[in-house]
């Protein structure tokens, strides 16, 4: 999270943002949208782990806007991505979107809406590879480690009574 050296806030916010996107379809996939309420949503159809029919991606080769309202079903909010069924052309598609995809959210009820910019979302895809790579050097790490007698365990069993 540091560019620079420095402290990169505007990743900090780019994240805290999607984390709020998220937190609010979780709320929604357990409790239901309130009735007056209903979500625009727009991302980039071409982001790696969107998952959309062909036919839809053809339509929309940059991004698309979808909107949950009245007609979507199996709402599901994981920690990266959201899941929903909708209706393209008369028939039911399940697509998968990941946080970091999302271009806009908003919720026009109450006037509410975040919107990222193409660069946010450059960040965070190399965020994103950055950060799995440092988590797989880390895993890496404490597995050549695991080998390695530890200095510091003490063994209780010198000091276990025979109970023979």
Same mark, same amino acid.
């Given at each position: $999270?540091?560019?620079?050296?420095?402290?990169? +806030?505007?990743?900090?916010?780019?994240?805290? $943002? =999607?984390?709020?996107? =998220?937190?609010?379809? =979780? +709320?929604?996939?357990?409790?239901? &949208?309130?009735?007056? !309420?209903?979500?625009?949503? %727009?991302?980039?159809? !071409?982001?790696?782990?969107? #998952? *959309?029919?062909?036919?839809? =991606?053809? %339509?929309?080769?940059?991004?698309?806007? &979808?909107?949950?309202? +009245?007609?979507?079903?199996?709402?599901?909010?994981?920690?990266?991505?959201?899941?929903?069924?909708?209706? /393209?052309?008369?028939?039911?598609?399940?697509?998968?979107?990941?946080?970091? #995809? &999302?271009?806009?959210? #908003?919720?026009?009820?109450?006037?509410?809406?975040?919107? /990222?910019?193409?660069?946010? &979302?450059? *960040?965070?895809?190399? !965020?994103?590879?950055?950060? $799995?790579?440092?988590?797989? %050097?880390?895993?890496?790490?404490?597995?050549?480690?695991?080998?390695?007698?530890?200095?510091?365990?003490?063994?209780?069993?010198?000091?276990?009574?025979? !109970?023979?």
């Amino acid at each position: $999270m540091l560019k620079n050296g420095s402290i990169n +806030y505007d990743l900090f916010i780019q994240k805290a $943002m =999607r984390q709020a996107i =998220r937190d609010l379809l =979780r +709320y929604a996939s357990e409790k239901g &949208i309130p009735e007056n !309420h209903y979500f625009y949503i %727009e991302f980039l159809t !071409h982001f790696p782990g969107v #998952s *959309l029919p062909e036919n839809v =991606r053809e %339509e929309y080769p940059q991004d698309m806007m &979808i909107c949950l309202q +009245y007609e979507f079903w199996d709402l599901k909010a994981e920690d990266d991505a959201f899941s929903v069924t909708l209706i /393209f052309d008369d028939e039911e598609y399940n697509i998968v979107v990941p946080y970091a #995809s &999302i271009l806009k959210f #908003s919720d026009p009820s109450v006037d509410f809406g975040i919107e /990222f910019s193409t660069d946010d &979302i450059a *960040l965070d895809a190399e !965020h994103l590879q950055a950060l $799995m790579d440092e988590l797989d %050097e880390e895993n890496k790490i404490k597995v050549e480690d695991s080998d390695k007698p530890l200095d510091n365990v003490v063994s209780f069993s010198a000091f276990k009574k025979d !109970h023979d």
